[in-house]
């Protein structure tokens, strides 16, 4: 598509719940990347793939988190028993080079 | 610890005057420069992207790249109300293409 999507909008779980969240980048782009945005305006870098490969996992909590771009599925963030510090809104970019172009996001709150 | 500096603002300005927003960077090995724009409760929305030194035009925004100052700047002629959100100003640190972001500076335009 035109447009990077994000599902789900919204996604609430109670603590120590699990959490899965959704990507399409945009048709044609190679490169994906995660962000999560914390305190209304801190962007946190987690994970970026090249195709259905991780090209930097510098910024993922590893022993939660894990993520995933398989070929013809949308590309997935996972989260294993969600804390309530996980509360907050993830974004997924996609990139053919350079410039990166964002979802809408999903906002997810731990409970 | 790359960082990227905005002052957090709010900025205030008066519709059709020109509205200044600058981003100072720490990292000497950063090659792209982007601004997003962000309004409230949306994601970020990229409106210029910059790679050389000097200044870029598009429309009614114009980048402006200082590499030895480490400084990146971007120019709004013509305010509208519209205009009005979070500035965004990320980096790209190279060959890994993660954006650091900077906390985004607040501008509101005064009809």
């Known amino acids: 598509g035109e447009e990077v999507a994000q599902t789900p909008k919204h996604l609430v779980r109670g603590e120590g719940q699990k959490a899965k969240l959704y990507c399409a980048p945009i048709k044609g782009h190679s490169y994906v990347f995660w962000y999560q945005q914390v305190l209304k305006n801190e962007f946190k870098f987690l994970i970026s793939?090249?195709?259905?490969?991780?090209?930097?996992e510098t910024g993922m909590p590893k022993e939660r988190f894990s993520a995933k771009c398989l070929p013809n599925s949308p590309c997935s963030l996972e989260i294993q028993a969600t804390k309530l510090e996980d509360s907050a809104v993830y974004f997924c970019?996609?990139?053919?080079?350079?410039?990166?172009?964002f979802g809408p996001g999903t906002r997810l709150t731990v409970t | 610890q790359k960082e990227v500096e905005q002052n957090s603002g709010p900025l205030s300005v008066p519709e059709g005057a020109i509205a200044s927003l600058n981003c100072t960077y720490s990292d000497r090995g950063s090659q792209s420069f982007f601004w997003y724009r962000q309004y409230s409760g949306k994601s970020p929305e990229l409106i210029m992207f910059?790679?050389?030194?000097g200044d870029k035009e598009d429309g009614r925004f114009t980048a402006q790249l200082n590499k030895a100052s480490q400084y990146v700047s971007l120019l709004i002629r013509d305010s509208q109300p519209s205009d009005s959100a979070t500035y965004l100003c990320?980096?790209?640190?190279?060959?890994?293409?993660?954006?650091?972001f900077g906390k985004g500076t607040l501008l509101t335009v005064n009809p």
């Open positions: 990320a980096v790209d640190g190279g060959s890994n293409y993660k954006l650091t």
């Open positions: 970019a996609s990139s053919l080079v350079g410039e990166q172009y």
């Open positions: 910059i790679y050389s030194n």
């Open positions: 793939f090249q195709n259905e490969n991780v090209f930097d």
